[in-house]
């Protein structure tokens, strides 16, 4: 039921424990108690809304930038990666393999906030080799989500 | 200037889904629950290989009876799903959908005079495809007191001395209706003893919410007088790829392949690249439409329930069959009304056979978001039904 559950409010976290129990076919206790383990064990960390910004008047730019580090020695990418991810701008930090280390995603208003950070507070930590930063242009798909497509039934409208 | 039709088909009564199909057309803004098909996309990768065989160029026939490497992947599995073994040189014909298997089968095996059991409600295609064989349909009704199964009894009942094939149709289109292990056990045995032959169409093989689709060829004996039908239409979302197989005895498939040969060539090559992939890569795709399916079915059993609707719990297929006979009308009129006072297309159980009366035929391949406005609408249209009365 676990996987199930978690693939159901993946895409929707708004759906109610009533109708999971239907869904899935068990008591809706079941999924009141499974929800509460799964939040718990920290499988489920939040429920959010996904949000097509460009659609709204409200100005964000977003980055991808790529960070080599020198790793430390007991503490690996732990400690640095912390040290990025503490900012509240940072929206992800990801262990890289390949070119580069870390991957930070951040967003804010401006590239010249996004150009400050990187140039202030990002580069300037000494562990940090060196950056590049990428803007993203145009959103495409988010979260397994199309944003330009709209569903379409194309079928005929009977068939046997 | 002379009659140019032919008789047999100008007598065969056209089919009672066209019938519907017109009025539901005609309204523009209905939601439809009255589709046989999946509403999922082929998945992707099984139509990159579809194109990658376009742009290599492989534009031309395959032979007659598919491509080898299909026949391959269409034997190997019907080893690991039912452990049975079918040569793919000799007893597997790739097809033009489900369809034509169902009518070369027939006019493979089929003499004048010979009588072809089916059980309805069952899909449209069967009846019209044994007559146009020469044959003589026999129907049974079967019974929503079975779930829609077929018993021994009823068969024992429909077998005269000219009784040749059976049609097996499990998982069901329109009920719903599986078949499981004991229930085909006692139908092989009546099978054998009668030396009558089946037809299993089982294109929904693969969508089933119990156990696995048993197949009636894994029980001893009958692999030998079965020609078992399947396709990649409803397991892989493939309707309009339009690509079936048959399996049988090699001395059937042999002639089958011969109707198929100068009536078809071969079926779409494009098609059969793409379903080459999907047999070999596909596994995770039927998963996971078979959860989103199942999930549906549950949402609409418990709507039933919640507006006091009786049905049967179908395991099979993306159909279910709630009863609207308290109503006190036909099937046709019943989601007639519906459809006009509500907007909601459904297909009036008779559409499948007379003994579909008294039942309607819901499909769930829709989101479930369209389905909770239906059911919302259906709840809305029983209970002034209810109040009528």
Redesign the interface.
């Known amino acids: 039921m676990r996987d ?1 559950l978690l ?2 409010i993946e895409k929707n976290s708004r759906i109610d424990t009533k ?1 999971l129990a ?4 068990v008591e809706e206790i079941d999924i009141i108690n499974e929800l509460a383990k799964l939040q718990d064990e920290g499988i489920i960390c939040g429920f959010h809304t996904l949000i097509n910004w460009e659609k709204t008047d409200i100005e964000k730019v977003t980055a991808l930038i790529e960070v080599r580090v020198t790793p430390q020695r007991g503490q690996g990418f732990d400690n640095i990666a912390e040290r990025i991810y503490k900012y509240p701008e940072v929206r992800a930090v990801y262990l890289i393999s390949g070119g580069f280390d870390l991957l930070v995603i951040l967003e804010e208003k401006s590239l010249k906030e996004i150009a400050n950070f990187v140039s202030d507070k990002l580069s300037t930590l000494d562990s940090v080799l060196s950056t590049a930063t990428h803007f993203i242009l145009k959103k495409y798909k988010d979260h397994g989500i199309m944003f330009s497509e709209k ?1 379409e ?1 194309k ?6 | 200037m002379r009659n140019p039709l032919s008789d047999t088909i100008v007598n065969i009564k056209p089919s009672g889904i066209r019938k519907f199909f017109d009025i539901v057309s005609e309204m523009k803004d209905a939601i439809s629950l009255g589709v046989g098909e999946p509403d999922f996309d082929t998945p992707w990768h099984i139509r990159d290989e579809g194109i990658y065989s376009l742009e290599k160029g492989r534009t031309f026939y395959t032979s007659n009876s598919g491509l080898k490497e299909l026949k391959t992947e269409i034997s190997n599995y019907l080893k690991r799903s039912q452990n049975v073994e079918y040569n793919p040189d000799t007893d597997v014909l790739v097809t033009v959908g489900g369809s034509e298997a169902i009518d070369i089968g027939f006019r493979a095996m089929l003499n004048p005079g010979d009588e072809v059991i089916i059980p309805q409600p069952s899909y449209v295609s069967y009846e019209p495809c044994a007559i146009l064989a020469g044959a003589k349909p026999v129907i049974i009704n079967l019974k929503a007191e079975n779930e829609f199964r077929l018993t021994a009894e009823e068969l024992l009942e429909a077998i005269t001395d000219k009784t040749k094939i059976l049609v097996l149709p499990f998982p069901n289109n329109p009920t719903g209706a599986i078949m499981e292990k004991e229930d085909l056990e006692k139908i092989a045995k009546v099978i054998i003893e009668k030396d009558i032959f089946v037809m299993s169409d089982e294109i929904y093989a693969e969508l089933t919410y119990k156990d696995k689709h048993v197949s009636i060829v894994s029980i001893p004996g009958m692999q030998e007088r079965t020609i078992l039908i399947n396709g990649f239409s409803k397991a892989y979302a493939m309707t309009g790829w339009r690509l079936g197989y048959a399996c049988g005895p090699k001395e059937i498939i042999k002639q089958m392949t011969k109707i198929h040969q100068y009536a078809i060539m071969c079926a779409p090559t494009t098609s059969q690249y793409a379903a080459v992939e999907a047999l070999k890569n596909g596994d995770d795709d039927i998963k996971e439409m078979k959860t989103a399916y199942n999930q549906r079915r549950r949402f609409l059993m418990n709507a039933f329930k919640e507006m006091g609707l009786e049905c049967f719990e179908p395991y099979g297929a993306f159909y279910v069959f709630p009863c609207i006979k308290e109503f006190g009308m036909t099937s046709e009129e019943f989601a007639t009304m519906f459809l006009k006072e509500e907007k909601v297309a459904t297909v009036p159980g008779t559409a499948f056979g007379d003994s579909g009366e008294g039942f309607l035929r819901i499909s769930y391949a829709y989101s479930l978001e369209t389905l909770k406005i239906a059911m919302e609408r259906l709840k809305n249209f029983v209970t002034r039904l209810r109040e009528r009365q």
């Open positions: 199930e693939a159901i109708e239907v869904l899935l076919g569903y039934d079928r005929e409208v009977i068939t046997p």
